[in-house]
């Protein structure tokens, strides 16, 4: 299992059970409050600034930072993508960050524990 598959599951996985904050505010407030298990951020945001935000309260809150380099990529894993009737994607929808607040225990968050557990909260 890599970490991109893993972090594919548990993001359908946390949408399923409304465990996810999308979009700057969302974060932001999740990651202050340190409801925030870990944060998925693209890494081709159109702000500069709204990387380092980020950035700087998970480093401050003790929060992992997970990269992902598209933000339609991330978009996608978050489900906010619209499908058609055969499930293939019609439209890509932009999110340059998501937090997972809840997430059922699976295989998939354990795998993704274990790597945070190899490499503790740091981010570039």
């Known amino acids: 299992m890599t970490i991109m598959s893993a972090l594919k599951d548990v993001l359908k996985d946390a949408a399923c059970s409304y465990g996810l904050s999308r979009g700057i505010n969302e974060v932001c407030r999740a990651v202050d409050k340190r409801q925030a298990h870990f944060v998925?951020?693209?890494e081709n945001c159109d702000e500069k600034h709204y990387k380092?935000?980020?950035?700087?309260?998970c480093n401050e809150a003790k929060i992992n930072v997970i990269n992902v380099p598209d933000k339609f990529v991330l978009g996608e894993m978050c489900g906010i993508a619209t499908y058609d009737k055969n499930?293939?994607?019609r439209?890509?929808?932009k999110c340059s960050s998501v937090a997972v607040r809840d997430?059922?225990?699976s295989p998939a968050f354990q795998f993704l524990q274990s790597e945070f557990k190899k490499e503790p909260a740091k981010a570039e």
């Open 91 to 93: 439209k890509k929808q």
């Open 103 to 105: 997430c059922p225990d």
């Open 87 to 89: 499930m293939k994607v």
């Open 40 to 42: 998925v951020l693209a």
């Open 52 to 57: 380092d935000l980020v950035v700087a309260l």
